[in-house]
């Protein structure tokens, strides 16, 4: 559609708006000159007041949506664009997809479903193995706004050079070397001789003049070969060869050597001639090649051409097609490679290639399990200056003396914790560690256990590599290594010769000979020997510090063992004048760190399974990662994905010194064992991590051995597996032995001798596993049953225990829980245990329920996250069970607790995937009558009742979208599973549901349009998220219903709202109206009965009528919004148009419409905007685009002080009456070349003119219209002295051309002159009065158009002016994304 035909409809919609829209706002017809001077004056002092009254628009039902898509089936079957009118079947399915894990094999260990008989357990293990469970829409990818269109908007590079008539100078030619380069063409040029061609006799030597050639291409494409007297081409030139009538070009040297000869047309030559042969073969060359890619382009063009007749007229018009191949002018090519080059409209708007993510949903993924700063700790060597060789022969290499063996962790000094399990390593020699294989009692017999169980993952023999895992890095934390050794006395004897470096080798022999004698006696007991430290971070954001080495290995020292004694340690580590004061041994750990790959390949879990990318035969050379200590806060948790049942066991104080029950007590070892029964018989559980080089569970473990301490401290930690389910049988055992270290004795003493036993039961408190510190008494003998007695010398009665120090808690011991299925919260156990009380037995009341409930509000933020899939399941699970209305409020409040402290942590992304990918209701069913969408609906009605917490109330709007997509998700598995999806929409759900949905929407309208001043971010979410829920609403529920809901939400908007309301109703269009089948929903087809024929019916159709906004209900509701706010304030009118370009700019990129019979269609239904925005036209800015240097630095927003704007009167350039044809050129229905008289004459701008056309503005004209001829005759008095604000760039505004043109029918219209003013139109900032007649200020300008008089077409009543709106870089692209 060309420029002029746009403004012409701008005008002729607007007229019949006028007449036949009640609802459109315009400025009322001043009947005298008083009231128009009136008007003016109030625009030129910038305070006009809209002359309608802000009234609350009309209220206008929707269609049956259903209904009329049963009515009108065949109607739509038989249109040939029905996808446009239909849902497409499928809209969406439910899908499993196969939980991915990290590991080769499942954490869940086989047996666990089957032994497990805790709810809390059984839920747990099931969330562990589940699937995701996912609702997927096919069309989502259209759901979003355009920048979430599955084809990408990209901006072009480069774009074409545009040049119009008006803008060329014709005193001036264009520099045809510039043009040729911008267009990427040939140039070439240099000196020849040319010979005279004008000469009717034989050309001779002579006859050659020597010219400067100049090869140039023009706008075209064509080329032309200029000639010069000299170098200079910026003058005019001599001649001029037109090679678009070259046939070719040949070499002819029969006149003069390295001659040329161009053969035209019209069988004329020019003769040219080269100074050497290389310079006329280029010459040759070049020309030949633009003359044959000349020729290809226009045999292509002429194929394309061929085609398109074909298909456009058939092969009944064959001859008109022949016809037509021969008028293939040099005008026509250009014009088609103009078109096929013209990039849509909204390709070079700014908001195209914005950034912008505000309205893009987050990106949701699956639960994983996720690592903090990762570590790889490389374990190289431990070497000691005192070596030696430890075979008899001494042959073997140097060594070590003695085993040495150490323990890595991290410590946190900045808070005085721990964060890391012990990382145990062996470097050894094979040759030393045989000094210790094979030997020792029969307690050692117990630590070389089988291999472990079936299913798991097989253990890295001796592992030199760990990785660390850091949530939260800083430069305070700590590698420690402890070193131990074989027991053999005390440490300050031990270290002795490892302190001293003269005559090392005598001393070597004398230790190792002492070490094979240890080894042979006390190999499996240990005894600290020296301790070493380097930092890991550098800074906070997790730099590793990989240049630092270890210290100095330091002697450990027996009294400052505990954990709280190393942090003092490290405490003064970076304070060398206290360092130095500690004793050093001569030796050198060697350990590097360094940061871990994602895919780091050979590597085990904590639990010893392998992880993808392991090797089969790598497992000696695995890498096993070391349990991180996560800090118990809600922000460092995770929700747990993986099977894990660790119990880290820290022995740490034993108070021997007063006890009599004993002779010997002093090299004590502690050894430590997990069983399941107090009885005599009882064995040992298997289930004890061992150390490197052996199994990989043991039945036993042993703490390390202080020599001649009666109060030995210990800083072990033994790691358990724990079974599945635990009952109250299962318990720690902890034995005491007196280790005899006498090696000169001549008889052999007993290694081992029992001094006391200690137990602790692991569960408690109904079923809770104990976890913190504990003191327990010792008892010196162990009967049978002995569990009976845990609480010690409380209770003596029927007792056979002998308590050790009259029964006093002696032996202080820690235990830390790493489980992901137990919990150590007490209100969430006991709500989990009353929740398996109610199914086991109907004793367990409702009432206690909701009691168990309240309780969870006060559940650990940690706890809540970590098992936040697990909780949140139980709940929607009591949800559909509860037959109480109580029980189901307080499930949605405990929810509502939940997810409100989510999002304070920032964790909200864990609830997103758990709604999307875990969460699935209940299969609805004769037991589970009831379905989460309808309870959930319920529950949420009764807590945003005023009555009700307001606390609650506030956080539930907050946090709206959950509940919202729990609602979604819900009622997709609900007609899938049922199969009511193959059903009717408005027989898919009941009754009751449609009214629990509308007394819901209902119940948010009024906290979000009236309380909204009192929680602006709760009222703000809860829009957003309804908006989104009644989108998706439509995919499943009557299309007709969610209308209603929608038109009963808008109604609580009134114009003259504060700017936050219609941020909330502009926001909550937008949301719906980006759902995926949004033109479907609007039903792009005629309502009319049978064909449309009459004037009067396409008003219908094209008008903002009733019937449109009821037919077309959404696109009519948008419309008359924005009509509606573009009475408002500036930033009021911006939030509207921003939302209706956002839709427009969206249409224009969807590949689905991308067809022109689409785009058409599609056009139809936005054809009322033309009049809303002629009738807000004095609103629109109009910024002159030549550049003014006196006004670059004025604000744009801001009008010229003293300008007098006229106001512009309706109806005033045009009457109100269009052709029935002109509606269809807009909908493209009807060829705008009809053989209507009236309309013909309606011709397309090209690129080289825009200008509007004296017929196609007469043929609209009613000349008995005399009122109106009057009042325009006033109006042409007023003037517009416009001045310029400052530039923008070419892609913000729109170009207007605004010559001067008549309008009288009796007189033709005016050439193009040099008066015409370009300005812009800059249509997304609705701001400033456009005035009907706009002149040039340039006394000069003005000058020449009062002169040009009755022939200029002025006239007496002064020029009128049409404006011709040029968009998108060519006057030509006639609003292309739109129709």
Same mark, same amino acid.
């Given at each position: 559609?060309?420029?002029?035909?746009?403004?012409?409809?701008?005008?002729?919609?607007?007229?019949?708006?006028?007449?036949?829209?009640?609802?459109?706002?315009?400025?009322?017809?001043?009947?005298?000159?008083?009231?128009?001077?009136?008007?003016?004056?109030?625009?030129?002092?910038?305070?006009?007041?809209?002359?309608?009254?802000?009234?609350?628009?009309?209220?206008?039902?929707?269609?049956?949506?259903?209904?009329?898509?049963?009515?009108?089936?065949?109607?739509?079957?038989?249109?040939?664009?029905?996808?446009?009118?239909?849902?497409?079947?499928?809209?969406?399915?439910?899908?499993?997809?196969?939980?991915?894990?990290?590991?080769?094999?499942?954490?869940?260990?086989?047996?666990?479903?089957?032994?497990?008989?805790?709810?809390?357990?059984?839920?747990?293990?099931?969330?562990?193995?589940?699937?995701?469970?996912?609702?997927?829409?096919?069309?989502?990818?259209?759901?979003?706004?355009?920048?979430?269109?599955?084809?990408?908007?990209?901006?072009?590079?480069?774009?074409?050079?545009?040049?119009?008539?008006?803008?060329?100078?014709?005193?001036?030619?264009?520099?045809?070397?510039?043009?040729?380069?911008?267009?990427?063409?040939?140039?070439?040029?240099?000196?020849?001789?040319?010979?005279?061609?004008?000469?009717?006799?034989?050309?001779?030597?002579?006859?050659?003049?020597?010219?400067?050639?100049?090869?140039?291409?023009?706008?075209?494409?064509?080329?032309?070969?200029?000639?010069?007297?000299?170098?200079?081409?910026?003058?005019?030139?001599?001649?001029?060869?037109?090679?678009?009538?070259?046939?070719?070009?040949?070499?002819?040297?029969?006149?003069?050597?390295?001659?040329?000869?161009?053969?035209?047309?019209?069988?004329?030559?020019?003769?040219?001639?080269?100074?050497?042969?290389?310079?006329?073969?280029?010459?040759?060359?070049?020309?030949?090649?633009?003359?044959?890619?000349?020729?290809?382009?226009?045999?292509?063009?002429?194929?394309?051409?061929?085609?398109?007749?074909?298909?456009?007229?058939?092969?009944?018009?064959?001859?008109?097609?022949?016809?037509?191949?021969?008028?293939?002018?040099?005008?026509?090519?250009?014009?088609?490679?103009?078109?096929?080059?013209?990039?849509?409209?909204?390709?070079?708007?700014?908001?195209?290639?914005?950034?912008?993510?505000?309205?893009?949903?987050?990106?949701?993924?699956?639960?994983?399990?996720?690592?903090?700063?990762?570590?790889?700790?490389?374990?190289?060597?431990?070497?000691?200056?005192?070596?030696?060789?430890?075979?008899?022969?001494?042959?073997?290499?140097?060594?070590?003396?003695?085993?040495?063996?150490?323990?890595?962790?991290?410590?946190?000094?900045?808070?005085?914790?721990?964060?890391?399990?012990?990382?145990?390593?062996?470097?050894?020699?094979?040759?030393?560690?045989?000094?210790?294989?094979?030997?020792?009692?029969?307690?050692?017999?117990?630590?070389?256990?089988?291999?472990?169980?079936?299913?798991?993952?097989?253990?890295?023999?001796?592992?030199?590599?760990?990785?660390?895992?850091?949530?939260?890095?800083?430069?305070?934390?700590?590698?420690?290594?402890?070193?131990?050794?074989?027991?053999?006395?005390? #440490?300050?004897? %031990?270290?002795? +010769?490892?302190?001293?470096?003269?005559?090392?080798?005598? $001393?070597?022999? !004398?230790? =190792? &000979?002492?070490?094979?004698?240890?080894?042979?006696?006390?190999?499996?007991?240990?005894?600290?020997?020296?301790?070493?430290?380097?930092?890991?971070?550098?800074?906070?954001?997790?730099?590793?510090?990989?240049?630092?080495?270890?210290?100095?290995?330091?002697?450990?020292?027996?009294?400052?063992?505990?954990?709280?004694?190393?942090?003092?340690?490290?405490?003064?580590?970076?304070?060398?004048?206290?360092?130095?004061?500690?004793?050093?041994?001569?030796?050198?750990?060697?350990?590097?760190?360094?940061?871990?790959?994602?895919?780091?390949?050979?590597?085990?879990?904590?639990?010893?399974?392998?992880?993808?990318?392991?090797?089969?035969?790598?497992?000696?050379?695995?890498?096993?990662?070391?349990?991180?200590?996560?800090?118990? #806060?809600?922000? %460092?948790?995770? +929700?747990?994905?993986?099977?894990?049942?660790?119990?880290? $066991?820290?022995? !740490?104080? =034993? &108070?021997?010194?007063?006890?009599?029950?004993?002779?010997?007590?002093?090299?004590?070892?502690?050894?430590?064992?997990?069983?399941?029964?107090?009885?005599?018989?009882?064995?040992?559980?298997?289930?004890?991590?061992?150390?490197?080089?052996?199994?990989?569970?043991?039945?036993?473990?042993?703490?390390?051995?202080?020599?001649?301490?009666?109060?030995?401290?210990?800083?072990?930690?033994?790691?358990?597996?724990?079974?599945?389910?635990?009952?109250?049988?299962?318990?720690?055992?902890?034995?005491?032995?007196?280790?005899?270290?006498?090696?000169?004795?001549?008889?052999?003493?007993?290694?081992?001798?029992?001094?006391?036993?200690?137990?602790?039961?692991?569960?408690?408190?109904?079923?809770?596993?104990?976890?913190?510190?504990?003191?327990?008494?010792?008892?010196?003998?162990?009967?049978?049953?002995?569990?009976?007695?845990?609480?010690?010398?409380?209770?003596?009665?029927?007792?056979?225990?002998?308590?050790?120090?009259?029964?006093?808690?002696?032996?202080?011991?820690?235990?830390?829980?790493?489980?992901?299925?137990?919990?150590?919260?007490?209100?969430?156990?006991?709500?989990?245990?009353?929740?398996?009380?109610?199914?086991?037995?109907?004793?367990?009341?409702?009432?206690?329920?909701?009691?168990?409930?309240?309780?969870?509000?006060?559940?650990?933020?940690?706890?809540?996250?970590?098992?936040?899939?697990?909780?949140?399941?139980?709940?929607?699970?009591?949800?559909?069970?509860?037959?109480?209305?109580?029980?189901?409020?307080?499930?949605?409040?405990?929810?509502?607790?939940?997810?409100?402290?989510?999002?304070?942590?920032?964790?909200?992304?864990?609830?997103?995937?758990?709604?999307?990918?875990?969460?699935?209701?209940?299969?609805?069913?004769?037991?589970?009558?009831?379905?989460?969408?309808?309870?959930?609906?319920?529950?949420?009605?009764?807590?945003?009742?005023?009555?009700?917490?307001?606390?609650?109330?506030?956080?539930?709007?907050?946090?709206?979208?959950?509940?919202?997509?729990?609602?979604?998700?819900?009622?997709?598995?609900?007609?899938?599973?049922?199969?009511?999806?193959?059903?009717?929409?408005?027989?898919?759900?009941?009754?009751?549901?449609?009214?629990?949905?509308?007394?819901?929407?209902?119940?948010?309208?009024?906290?979000?349009?009236?309380?909204?001043?009192?929680?602006?971010?709760?009222?703000?979410?809860?829009?957003?998220?309804?908006?989104?829920?009644?989108?998706?609403?439509?995919?499943?529920?009557?299309?007709?219903?969610?209308?209603?809901?929608?038109?009963?939400?808008?109604?609580?908007?009134?114009?003259?709202?504060?700017?936050?309301?219609?941020?909330?109703?502009?926001?909550?269009?937008?949301?719906?109206?980006?759902?995926?089948?949004?033109?479907?929903?609007?039903?792009?087809?005629?309502?009319?009965?049978?064909?449309?024929?009459?004037?009067?019916?396409?008003?219908?159709?094209?008008?903002?009528?009733?019937?449109?906004?009821?037919?077309?209900?959404?696109?009519?509701?948008?419309?008359?919004?924005?009509?509606?706010?573009?009475?408002?304030?500036?930033?009021?009118?911006?939030?509207?148009?921003?939302?209706?370009?956002?839709?427009?700019?969206?249409?224009?990129?969807?590949?689905?419409?991308?067809?022109?019979?689409?785009?058409?269609?599609?056009?139809?239904?936005?054809?009322?905007?033309?009049?809303?925005?002629?009738?807000?036209?004095?609103?629109?800015?109009?910024?002159?685009?030549?550049?003014?240097?006196?006004?670059?630095?004025?604000?744009?927003?801001?009008?010229?002080?003293?300008?007098?704007?006229?106001?512009?009167?309706?109806?005033?350039?045009?009457?109100?009456?269009?052709?029935?044809?002109?509606?269809?050129?807009?909908?493209?229905?009807?060829?705008?070349?009809?053989?209507?008289?009236?309309?013909?004459?309606?011709?397309?701008?090209?690129?080289?003119?825009?200008?509007?056309?004296?017929?196609?503005?007469?043929?609209?004209?009613?000349?008995?219209?005399?009122?109106?001829?009057?009042?325009?005759?006033?109006?042409?008095?007023?003037?517009?002295?416009?001045?310029?604000?400052?530039?923008?760039?070419?892609?913000?505004?729109?170009?207007?051309?605004?010559?001067?043109?008549?309008?009288?029918?009796?007189?033709?219209?005016?050439?193009?002159?040099?008066?015409?003013?370009?300005?812009?139109?800059?249509?997304?900032?609705?701001?400033?009065?456009?005035?009907?007649?706009?002149?040039?200020?340039?006394?000069?300008?003005?000058?020449?158009?009062?002169?040009?008089?009755?022939?200029?077409?002025?006239?007496?009543?002064?020029?009128?002016?049409?404006?011709?709106?040029?968009?998108?870089?060519?006057?030509?692209?006639?609003?292309?994304?739109?129709?």
């Amino acid at each position: 559609m060309g420029c002029t035909t746009s403004v012409v409809l701008l005008e002729g919609l607007r007229s019949i708006l006028e007449r036949n829209c009640t609802y459109v706002k315009g400025s009322v017809e001043l009947g005298a000159l008083e009231e128009e001077e009136e008007a003016q004056s109030l625009w030129g002092s910038h305070q006009w007041i809209p002359t309608t009254a802000l009234v609350k628009p009309k209220i206008i039902e929707p269609l049956d949506y259903e209904n009329v898509l049963l009515q009108r089936k065949t109607q739509i079957i038989s249109d040939v664009l029905r996808d446009m009118l239909q849902f497409p079947t499928e809209d969406f399915q439910i899908s499993t997809l196969r939980r991915q894990g990290r590991t080769l094999l499942s954490t869940v260990p086989e047996t666990a479903e089957k032994e497990a008989s805790s709810l809390f357990v059984q839920e747990c293990i099931k969330t562990y193995k589940s699937d995701w469970h996912v609702v997927n829409y096919k069309y989502e990818e259209y759901s979003g706004d355009f920048r979430q269109l599955p084809h990408k908007v990209l901006r072009p590079e480069k774009l074409a050079a545009h040049v119009f008539e008006v803008d060329e100078d014709v005193e001036k030619d264009e520099d045809a070397a510039s043009l040729g380069s911008q267009k990427g063409g040939v140039s070439k040029h240099g000196w020849l001789y040319k010979g005279n061609m004008n000469s009717a006799i034989s050309v001779t030597m002579r006859s050659f003049k020597r010219r400067y050639f100049h090869l140039a291409q023009l706008g075209d494409g064509s080329y032309n070969l200029n000639f010069y007297k000299d170098e200079n081409t910026s003058k005019e030139p001599k001649g001029t060869i037109f090679l678009d009538s070259c046939m070719g070009v040949v070499q002819n040297s029969k006149v003069r050597r390295f001659a040329f000869e161009l053969k035209m047309q019209d069988k004329t030559t020019f003769l040219l001639a080269a100074d050497s042969e290389a310079e006329m073969e280029e010459w040759i060359s070049i020309l030949n090649k633009i003359l044959h890619s000349s020729f290809e382009q226009a045999m292509q063009e002429k194929r394309n051409g061929d085609l398109n007749d074909d298909e456009e007229h058939g092969k009944a018009e064959l001859s008109s097609g022949s016809f037509q191949d021969n008028f293939q002018t040099a005008r026509d090519i250009e014009s088609r490679m103009r078109s096929e080059a013209r990039l849509k409209l909204f390709t070079l708007d700014p908001d195209t290639q914005k950034l912008d993510f505000s309205g893009i949903e987050p990106d949701v993924r699956p639960f994983e399990e996720k690592f903090g700063k990762r570590v790889l700790v490389s374990c190289h060597n431990l070497s000691f200056n005192l070596q030696g060789c430890v075979t008899e022969n001494e042959e073997g290499p140097t060594t070590n003396v003695e085993p040495f063996y150490v323990v890595l962790s991290l410590f946190d000094v900045q808070n005085s914790r721990k964060i890391s399990a012990d990382f145990r390593v062996d470097l050894n020699h094979p040759l030393v560690r045989q000094m210790t294989c094979g030997q020792g009692n029969g307690s050692n017999s117990e630590i070389i256990g089988d291999g472990p169980p079936e299913g798991l993952g097989l253990a890295p023999h001796y592992p030199t590599q760990g990785v660390f895992s850091v949530t939260c890095p800083h430069p305070e934390i700590f590698l420690v290594a402890r070193i131990e050794k074989v027991l053999q006395g005390g #440490i300050t004897h %031990c270290t002795e +010769p490892y302190m001293k470096s003269s005559d090392s080798t005598k $001393v070597a022999q !004398k230790v =190792l &000979k002492n070490t094979k004698t240890a080894c042979s006696r006390l190999g499996q007991y240990r005894m600290p020997f020296a301790w070493a430290a380097r930092p890991v971070f550098k800074d906070a954001s997790g730099t590793l510090e990989k240049n630092a080495r270890f210290s100095a290995l330091y002697r450990q020292d027996s009294s400052k063992l505990s954990d709280e004694d190393m942090f003092k340690l490290l405490t003064d580590f970076r304070k060398p004048e206290k360092m130095a004061k500690l004793p050093v041994l001569l030796g050198n750990l060697d350990v590097t760190i360094d940061n871990v790959a994602p895919d780091v390949p050979n590597c085990v879990t904590t639990s010893y399974i392998p992880v993808r990318n392991f090797e089969q035969n790598g497992s000696g050379s695995a890498l096993l990662e070391v349990e991180e200590f996560v800090p118990c #806060i809600a922000k %460092c948790a995770q +929700p747990f994905t993986i099977y894990k049942n660790h119990l880290y $066991v820290y022995p !740490k104080h =034993l &108070k021997y010194d007063g006890q009599k029950s004993f002779a010997k007590a002093r090299n004590i070892a502690v050894c430590v064992e997990f069983k399941d029964s107090d009885e005599d018989e009882a064995q040992q559980l298997k289930c004890i991590y061992g150390r490197p080089g052996g199994p990989l569970f043991t039945k036993q473990a042993y703490a390390a051995v202080l020599h001649h301490q009666h109060n030995p401290e210990f800083y072990d930690e033994i790691k358990i597996e724990l079974p599945t389910q635990l009952h109250e049988k299962h318990h720690l055992l902890f034995s005491f032995y007196h280790v005899s270290c006498d090696n000169n004795s001549k008889k052999k003493d007993v290694v081992e001798t029992p001094v006391g036993s200690a137990w602790l039961p692991l569960l408690k408190d109904g079923g809770r596993v104990i976890m913190n510190e504990q003191q327990l008494p010792v008892a010196a003998n162990l009967p049978a049953g002995y569990l009976s007695s845990q609480d010690g010398a409380s209770k003596q009665s029927g007792s056979e225990i002998k308590w050790v120090d009259g029964g006093k808690p002696l032996f202080t011991l820690s235990t830390h829980l790493v489980s992901t299925v137990y919990t150590q919260d007490q209100h969430l156990h006991n709500f989990f245990q009353h929740c398996q009380n109610m199914d086991m037995s109907e004793q367990a009341s409702e009432g206690e329920l909701i009691k168990y409930l309240k309780s969870l509000h006060a559940m650990e933020g940690h706890v809540m996250v970590n098992f936040l899939p697990t909780i949140l399941n139980q709940l929607f699970c009591i949800l559909t069970r509860a037959t109480h209305e109580d029980v189901a409020i307080n499930v949605t409040r405990v929810m509502v607790h939940v997810v409100a402290q989510c999002h304070e942590e920032g964790l909200e992304h864990y609830l997103r995937s758990f709604v999307k990918f875990v969460f699935k209701p209940e299969p609805y069913s004769s037991i589970c009558l009831r379905t989460v969408h309808e309870e959930l609906a319920k529950a949420m009605t009764a807590i945003l009742k005023p009555s009700t917490d307001f606390l609650t109330s506030n956080k539930l709007l907050k946090h709206s979208w959950y509940f919202f997509e729990a609602l979604v998700k819900s009622m997709a598995y609900y007609l899938t599973e049922s199969g009511k999806v193959k059903l009717s929409r408005n027989q898919r759900f009941s009754a009751s549901f449609y009214h629990a949905v509308e007394t819901l929407v209902n119940m948010l309208m009024p906290h979000i349009t009236q309380k909204y001043k009192d929680n602006l971010d709760a009222s703000r979410n809860a829009n957003h998220s309804l908006a989104l829920f009644i989108k998706h609403c439509f995919t499943f529920m009557d299309r007709g219903f969610v209308f209603k809901q929608i038109n009963n939400y808008m109604n609580c908007f009134v114009p003259g709202d504060p700017k936050t309301l219609f941020e909330f109703k502009f926001e909550f269009l937008r949301v719906v109206c980006n759902h995926e089948h949004y033109i479907p929903l609007n039903l792009p087809m005629p309502f009319g009965k049978g064909r449309i024929q009459r004037f009067q019916d396409l008003q219908l159709d094209y008008s903002l009528t009733d019937d449109f906004c009821r037919n077309h209900f959404l696109v009519g509701l948008l419309l008359r919004e924005v009509g509606g706010a573009l009475q408002e304030p500036r930033d009021i009118r911006q939030i509207a148009v921003q939302v209706l370009k956002g839709l427009m700019i969206k249409h224009t990129f969807d590949d689905r419409y991308a067809a022109k019979s689409h785009q058409a269609r599609l056009a139809t239904l936005y054809l009322p905007l033309f009049g809303l925005l002629q009738e807000n036209v004095y609103r629109l800015d109009i910024k002159d685009s030549a550049p003014l240097s006196n006004h670059n630095n004025m604000r744009e927003d801001s009008l010229v002080p003293n300008s007098m704007v006229t106001p512009q009167k309706p109806g005033s350039c045009i009457e109100n009456a269009l052709h029935k044809d002109v509606f269809g050129v807009i909908s493209g229905t009807a060829s705008p070349h009809s053989s209507t008289p009236n309309v013909s004459s309606v011709h397309h701008a090209d690129s080289r003119g825009s200008l509007a056309s004296t017929d196609s503005a007469n043929s609209l004209l009613d000349k008995s219209s005399d009122k109106t001829n009057s009042l325009e005759k006033r109006s042409h008095r007023h003037s517009l002295t416009s001045q310029l604000q400052h530039i923008e760039r070419f892609p913000r505004r729109h170009s207007v051309n605004v010559p001067p043109l008549h309008l009288d029918p009796e007189e033709c219209a005016p050439p193009l002159n040099r008066t015409t003013k370009r300005v812009t139109m800059d249509f997304s900032l609705l701001t400033v009065p456009l005035p009907d007649l706009l002149l040039d200020r340039d006394s000069e300008i003005q000058k020449a158009a009062a002169d040009s008089g009755p022939d200029g077409g002025h006239g007496e009543n002064g020029p009128v002016q049409v404006l011709s709106v040029t968009l998108g870089g060519s006057p030509s692209a006639h609003y292309k994304p739109f129709i």
